[in-house]
């Protein structure tokens, strides 16, 4: 997801420019623009070295060894949990254009969303943590940013989740919904639950 943002980023400056893009330029794109958050310390690092790679494409060969990477672990990625409200990044990432997720499934008592969705009165069902994850992208958006996840299809049609579904049309404006569910084995190489895929803004 990442690198291919980052790509369609950099060609959409080279178009503008009309031309390739400076070394600076391409550590300014990267550093205002991929943000990441995981529990798991070594996703977070396999997504840096991953964007340091692919910024190397992107540089003549000659100025390779010249080229210093931008300092992004704690910076623009940080390994913690998402709905902790006093990391950081709860500062430093602000008014996105963007947010793409594909959130953990099922029932998560022993989590900070468990303490997170009660305080903030949100009427997840049963613990699911995807369900805390639509909602708390929210304090990421502006107007304009447009979010995408990859659910669990349960929380279409879970007659459980009724008034969760109300809390979250209630609040943001639904753009598409794409069911996989009757195709996911032919797109996923392993099997997964019934997925669809969410997209929304924040309702102002």
């Known amino acids: 997801f990442l690198i ?33 958050i995981d529990k798991d310390e070594d996703a977070i690092n396999i997504a840096i070295f991953s964007l340091y790679i692919t910024l190397l494409d992107y540089q003549e060969p000659r100025s390779i060894l010249n080229f210093k990477f931008p300092h992004l672990k704690n910076n623009n990625f940080f390994a913690s949990d998402f709905f902790d409200e006093n990391n950081c990044f709860n500062k430093k990432i602000k008014d996105i254009d963007f947010i793409l997720s594909n959130p953990p499934y099922g029932d998560i008592k022993k989590d900070l969303h468990n303490g997170w969705y009660k305080k903030n009165n949100i009427p ?56 996989l569910s009757p195709v996911r084995k032919q797109i996923f190489n392993e099997a997964v639950p019934p997925v669809a895929i969410i997209t929304y803004k924040l309702k102002v």
């Open 4 to 36: 291919e943002a980052l790509r369609k980023i950099i060609h959409k400056e080279e178009q503008v420019i009309k031309n390739k893009i400076s070394s600076k330029r391409l550590k300014e794109l990267i550093e205002n623009n991929i943000f990441g």
């Open 124 to 179: 997840v069902n049963d613990n699911q943590i995807a369900q805390s994850f639509l909602v708390k992208v929210k304090d990421f958006c502006s107007s304009h940013t447009t979010v995408s996840m990859v659910v669990t299809s349960k929380i279409l049609y879970n007659i459980n989740a009724k008034k969760f579904r109300q809390y979250f049309l209630d609040n943001f404006q639904l753009k598409q919904v794409l069911e």
